[in-house]
């Protein structure tokens, strides 16, 4: 594939990675002028009709995300090569270094640096899951980290089109089956829930360094997802928060169901432990009534000898038993009064009381149902800012979460008022580089246009949308109006031959083209003022604003003849008159696709065009015949830099 070049503008550069399903290389955009990244579909693919159809289909889906943490998809096409098709995906050409290898090389992560790539993977999973997009290979290696620790997810074209045809291919698919969820290794359904376990796995990895399912064969590690319980990381890594052990618990419980109910609620929890390392995260699984429990064994020889005893005695007690009876009876109505009263009168003196919840983090109306559900007061008490949480979500609650209240306690709140905004730069009139720089330091997007200016140089921005100056909020995208230079525009050069100097004048105007070096020189074919020659020949498309030169006729020359010391003329001649052949040997530059060639002569004190052409580096050497008086000077140029002069000699 090196040196090929698809869709008529990526020139593939090097191999930089590859995969079960496809190979990536590096590229360069010829019509843009940068490097990008192509994933090209293994040929074993290629003639897998269903698969193909899934890998456009996803593909093209995938490239309708736009987020700062996902790979950017530019553009995706098919090419035809020998009875063959490469199907492929033009992709962001990220700089730097995949999860894994971070992972490989420093063993495990710290803390800090775990929960802010697996925040930033989560926000990720957060797009693509709202435009219901499942990723379905969340792993390391689809994790790309950018030199200033930037997340960059991608694969996300080719995930689902994998499914179909996941543990049936190549060892390097199977690969993914350290990171399956349990539904995926039994071949079940799929969602967003498949992700979060793929992302528990991720988490797991990063803080302790080692996969938490081993095998000897996929098949085998496969198995263990769906069957044996993981071990706990603090049992690995005690420095790890009980709360981060708890969210990747959490997220990779067996069962969808038990698992987190969407990616938000797991951010949720990210930003709590984010900011509060001792934040228990109590994942609220336990079901104790299906614990085990211990009862006391029951005696049988003692309930026997129990039983024999009561019979002896139970002839005794017949004399007295109605009497008894008759006692027992009222001391149990007696008893069933107070106690009746009691509970009556309990409701008016004591005072049930709740655990208040946690609920900061969670929007007003779903922290306000679980408030009152409780019997608790709901009151909102104002409003704060805190840039780690949405608009609306509960930034302060006034009493701890696991704190025993009363019933009708008010638990007061604080709000959201949402993200600070950004002040959005100025980018204009930058390099599209420095402006796009510029824009994701502010934590913007960028979205790039191009148009073509005849003002603006090549890759500097003409404007920008917002304008700077704007306020918005962080994430916002920014349109990059980019300057592609001037339009190129073709025009088919007309026969200017026969024609008098104005009119050939005013042809060259209305082709668009430029009036180039205007010579002179006699013609016995064309009478004065009469063009002669021009340096394009007719049907030839030009690029506007090429200049094109002509030869125009000066009329018949005139032959003088030197008159002798006696007044008549021929005798001893003073000089040549007469023009002689001379050769030239012209080679084209080979480090150029063209080179123009011109030749001046110089005779008489007269300078004059006698040659000028281009010729192609592919035509090798050309031998060329002018002609010339004796002592006649030739200046050659090459692409209008002078290169030798040649004198005529006899």
Not at 312 to 333: E, Q, S, Y
């Given at each position: 594939?090196?040196?090929?070049?698809?869709?008529?503008?990526?020139?593939?550069?090097?191999?930089?990675?590859?995969?079960?399903?496809?190979?990536v290389?590096?590229?360069?955009?010829?019509?843009?002028?940068?490097?990008?990244?192509?994933?090209?579909?293994?040929?074993?693919?290629?003639?897998?009709?269903?698969?193909?159809k899934?890998?456009?289909?996803?593909?093209?889906a995938?490239?309708?995300?736009?987020?700062?943490?996902?790979?950017n998809?530019?553009?995706?096409g098919v090419?035809?090569?020998e009875?063959?098709?490469?199907?492929?995906?033009?992709?962001?050409?990220?700089?730097?270094?995949?999860?894994?290898?971070?992972?490989?090389?420093?063993?495990?992560l710290?803390?800090?640096?775990?929960?802010?790539?697996?925040?930033?993977?989560?926000?990720?999973?957060?797009?693509?899951?709202?435009?219901?997009?499942?990723?379905?290979?969340?792993?390391p290696?689809?994790?790309?980290?950018?030199d200033?620790?930037?997340?960059?997810?991608?694969?996300?074209g080719?995930?689902?089109?994998?499914?179909?045809?996941t543990?049936?291919?190549?060892?390097?698919?199977?690969?993914?089956?350290?990171?399956?969820?349990?539904?995926?290794?039994r071949?079940?359904?799929?969602?967003?829930?498949s992700?979060?376990?793929?992302?528990?796995?991720?988490?797991?990895?990063?803080?302790?360094?080692?996969?938490?399912?081993?095998?000897?064969?996929?098949?085998?590690?496969?198995l263990?997802?769906?069957?044996?319980?993981?071990?706990?990381?603090?049992?690995?890594?005690?420095?790890?928060?009980?709360?981060?052990?708890?969210?990747?618990?959490?997220?990779?419980?067996?069962?969808?169901?038990?698992?987190?109910?969407?990616i938000?609620?797991?951010?949720?929890?990210?930003?709590?432990v984010?900011?509060?390392?001792?934040?228990?995260?109590l994942?609220?699984?336990?079901?104790?009534?299906?614990?085990?429990?211990?009862?006391?064994?029951?005696?049988?020889?003692?309930?026997?000898m129990r039983?024999?005893?009561n019979?002896?005695?139970?002839?005794?007690?017949?004399?007295?038993?109605?009497?008894?009876?008759?006692g027992?009876?009222?001391a149990?109505?007696?008893?069933?009064?107070?106690?009746?009263?009691?509970?009556?009168?309990?409701?008016?003196?004591?005072?049930?009381?709740?655990?208040?919840?946690?609920?900061?983090?969670?929007?007003?109306?779903?922290?306000?149902k679980?408030?009152e559900?409780?019997?608790?007061?709901?009151v909102?008490?104002?409003?704060?800012?805190?840039?780690n949480?949405?608009?609306?979500?509960?930034?302060?609650?006034?009493?701890?979460?696991?704190?025993?209240v009363?019933?009708?306690?008010?638990?007061?709140?604080?709000?959201?008022?949402g993200?600070?905004?950004v002040?959005?730069?100025?980018?204009?009139?930058?390099?599209?580089?420095?402006?796009r720089?510029?824009?994701?330091?502010?934590?913007?997007d960028?979205?790039i246009?191009y148009?073509?200016?005849?003002?603006?140089?090549?890759?500097?921005v003409i404007?920008?949308?917002?304008?700077?100056?704007?306020?918005?909020?962080?994430?916002?995208?920014?349109?990059?109006?980019?300057?592609?230079?001037?339009?190129?525009?073709?025009?088919?050069?007309?026969?200017?031959?026969?024609?008098?100097?104005?009119?050939?004048k005013?042809i060259?105007?209305?082709?668009?083209?430029?009036?180039?070096?205007i010579?002179?020189q006699?013609?016995?074919?064309?009478?004065?003022?009469?063009v002669?020659?021009q340096?394009?020949?007719?049907?030839?498309?030009l690029?506007?604003?090429?200049?094109v030169d002509?030869?125009?006729?000066?009329?018949?020359?005139?032959?003088?003849e030197?008159?002798?010391?006696?007044?008549?003329?021929?005798?001893?001649?003073?000089?040549?008159?007469?023009?002689?052949?001379?050769?030239?040997?012209?080679?084209?530059?080979?480090?150029?696709?063209?080179?123009?060639?011109?030749i001046?002569?110089?005779?008489?004190g007269?300078?004059?065009?006698v040659?000028n052409?281009?010729h192609?580096?592919?035509?090798?050497?050309?031998?060329?015949?002018?002609?010339?008086?004796?002592?006649?000077?030739?200046?050659?140029?090459?692409?209008?830099?002078y290169?030798?002069?040649?004198?005529?000699e006899?």
């Amino acid at each position: 594939m090196i040196g090929k070049v698809l869709g008529g503008r990526y020139e593939i550069v090097e191999q930089i990675g590859g995969g079960g399903m496809a190979l990536v290389y590096k590229a360069k955009c010829r019509l843009l002028d940068r490097f990008v990244a192509i994933k090209i579909l293994r040929e074993e693919f290629v003639n897998d009709e269903e698969f193909v159809k899934k890998f456009r289909r996803e593909s093209q889906a995938a490239a309708r995300l736009s987020h700062p943490n996902i790979v950017n998809i530019y553009d995706v096409g098919v090419e035809e090569d020998e009875n063959k098709q490469i199907y492929y995906i033009v992709m962001e050409y990220i700089k730097g270094k995949t999860l894994k290898e971070i992972i490989k090389e420093k063993g495990k992560l710290s803390i800090d640096l775990a929960i802010d790539y697996s925040y930033q993977i989560a926000e990720a999973l957060r797009h693509a899951h709202s435009n219901r997009i499942f990723h379905r290979d969340i792993k390391p290696h689809n994790i790309m980290i950018t030199d200033d620790n930037r997340v960059k997810v991608t694969d996300f074209g080719i995930a689902r089109a994998a499914t179909s045809s996941t543990v049936t291919t190549s060892s390097n698919v199977l690969g993914s089956v350290h990171y399956f969820s349990p539904e995926q290794a039994r071949g079940g359904y799929t969602d967003d829930k498949s992700d979060i376990y793929s992302l528990g796995i991720v988490m797991y990895e990063m803080v302790t360094g080692v996969l938490p399912y081993q095998g000897e064969s996929p098949i085998t590690v496969a198995l263990k997802h769906v069957q044996e319980d993981i071990v706990p990381p603090r049992e690995l890594e005690e420095s790890i928060p009980v709360g981060f052990e708890n969210i990747i618990l959490k997220a990779v419980q067996k069962k969808q169901a038990d698992r987190y109910s969407n990616i938000g609620d797991l951010i949720r929890d990210l930003k709590k432990v984010k900011f509060n390392k001792e934040e228990p995260i109590l994942n609220n699984n336990d079901n104790f009534d299906s614990h085990t429990k211990l009862m006391p064994a029951v005696n049988v020889e003692d309930d026997n000898m129990r039983s024999k005893k009561n019979i002896k005695k139970k002839k005794k007690r017949d004399g007295t038993l109605k009497v008894v009876f008759l006692g027992i009876l009222l001391a149990f109505l007696l008893a069933f009064s107070i106690f009746f009263g009691y509970y009556k009168l309990k409701d008016y003196l004591v005072t049930e009381e709740v655990v208040v919840p946690d609920i900061i983090g969670l929007q007003e109306a779903e922290a306000r149902k679980k408030i009152e559900d409780l019997g608790l007061r709901f009151v909102v008490k104002g409003t704060g800012r805190n840039d780690n949480f949405n608009p609306g979500e509960v930034i302060y609650q006034s009493v701890d979460a696991n704190t025993t209240v009363k019933v009708d306690f008010p638990i007061e709140v604080l709000l959201n008022e949402g993200e600070a905004l950004v002040k959005v730069p100025s980018g204009v009139n930058r390099d599209i580089n420095d402006a796009r720089d510029l824009m994701i330091n502010a934590n913007l997007d960028v979205e790039i246009e191009y148009e073509y200016s005849d003002t603006i140089p090549l890759d500097v921005v003409i404007k920008q949308i917002p304008e700077s100056g704007s306020e918005v909020k962080p994430g916002s995208t920014v349109t990059l109006v980019v300057s592609q230079g001037e339009e190129v525009k073709y025009v088919t050069m007309e026969n200017l031959v026969g024609k008098n100097i104005e009119e050939a004048k005013r042809i060259i105007e209305e082709l668009d083209l430029v009036e180039g070096e205007i010579s002179y020189q006699p013609s016995e074919e064309y009478e004065e003022g009469i063009v002669v020659w021009q340096s394009y020949e007719p049907g030839t498309e030009l690029e506007t604003k090429t200049a094109v030169d002509i030869y125009v006729s000066s009329g018949i020359e005139e032959n003088t003849e030197e008159e002798n010391i006696d007044g008549e003329t021929g005798g001893e001649e003073v000089g040549s008159t007469e023009e002689t052949p001379i050769t030239f040997t012209l080679t084209p530059l080979q480090d150029r696709e063209e080179t123009s060639i011109k030749i001046i002569r110089i005779q008489d004190g007269v300078s004059q065009v006698v040659y000028n052409k281009k010729h192609k580096a592919s035509d090798g050497v050309a031998i060329i015949t002018l002609e010339g008086k004796v002592g006649a000077l030739f200046e050659i140029y090459y692409d209008e830099i002078y290169q030798t002069t040649i004198p005529k000699e006899d």
